[in-house]
């Protein structure tokens, strides 16, 4: 089994829809969890990072449900410039490393 | 503001010929990563150095060697280049600590004919 399974899409969403899409991890340890944003031919940039009790940035709503071992992003009122790739990232904490484990992303195209 | 810094941006290799892939961070980070990425494969880590002096594989080392040169600088050599590292390196650094993030540096992307 995948470190980090996500559904690649692509998640084709109409301007000021809302758009969620979940994770998966193997590994029941790990310590912590991260959305990342990729545009296209670009760096990854951290979108922000998943806390136990949820967070909110904005129009972004990152949820962990360490029960069933999935993190969620949710997009509100989706803009353009919200069209990217979405890396899912665990740390699974292994050996006391730093070694974070990457999804394949979720690709979201916003229409107009 | 520069945080993580690669260079070179581009480059274009013949089978065979060797180059060093650089990298220098400025956020006083401790640990430092190079990945490769390629189409449909996702990030995959090459090698990381968690501290100046330490160096360790990854997930796909073969080929490549890295060098901890201090705190701030980290490079990645391909020795005998072949077409199968064409690819997109990133290279990362991030604080001490397990929900601290990797910073990414804007990537080289690789050609090898």
């Known amino acids: 089994r995948k470190e980090v399974e996500q559904d690649p899409g692509p998640f084709n969403v109409p301007e000021g829809a809302t758009v969620a899409f979940n994770c998966t991890y193997s590994?029941?340890?790990?310590?912590?969890f991260f959305w990342y944003r990729q545009d296209c031919r670009k760096e990854p940039k951290l979108l922000m990072s998943?806390?136990?009790s949820g967070n909110e940035d904005g129009r972004f709503t990152a949820q962990l449900n360490r029960a069933s071992q999935y993190i969620s992003l949710l997009i509100r009122d989706s803009k353009l410039s919200d069209s990217a790739t979405y890396l899912c990232?665990?740390?699974?904490?292994?050996?006391?490393?730093?070694?974070?484990?990457f999804g394949k992303g979720n690709q979201v195209v916003v229409i107009p | 503001n520069a945080g993580v810094t690669q260079t070179p941006k581009f480059q274009v290799l013949k089978t065979g010929q060797s180059m060093t892939l650089q990298c220098a961070q400025d956020?006083?980070?401790?640990?430092m990563y190079w990945y490769r990425q390629d189409p449909g494969m996702g990030l995959r880590l090459i090698y990381y150095?968690?501290?100046?002096?330490?160096?360790d594989k990854g997930e796909v080392p073969n080929g490549y060697n890295v060098s901890r040169l201090n705190k701030r600088e980290f490079s990645l050599r391909l020795e005998s280049a072949a077409p199968s590292q064409t690819s997109v390196y990133f290279c990362?650094?991030?604080?001490?600590?397990?929900?601290?993030?990797?910073?990414f540096g804007d990537g080289t992307r690789l050609s090898i004919l």
């Open positions: 998943v806390y136990s």
């Open positions: 956020m006083n980070h401790n640990s």
């Open positions: 150095s968690a501290s100046e002096g330490t160096t």
């Open positions: 990362a650094s991030s604080a001490v600590g397990s929900n601290q993030p990797q910073h």
């Open positions: 990232v665990v740390n699974p904490y292994e050996y006391g490393n730093n070694r974070l484990a």
């Open positions: 590994n029941s340890a790990s310590q912590s």
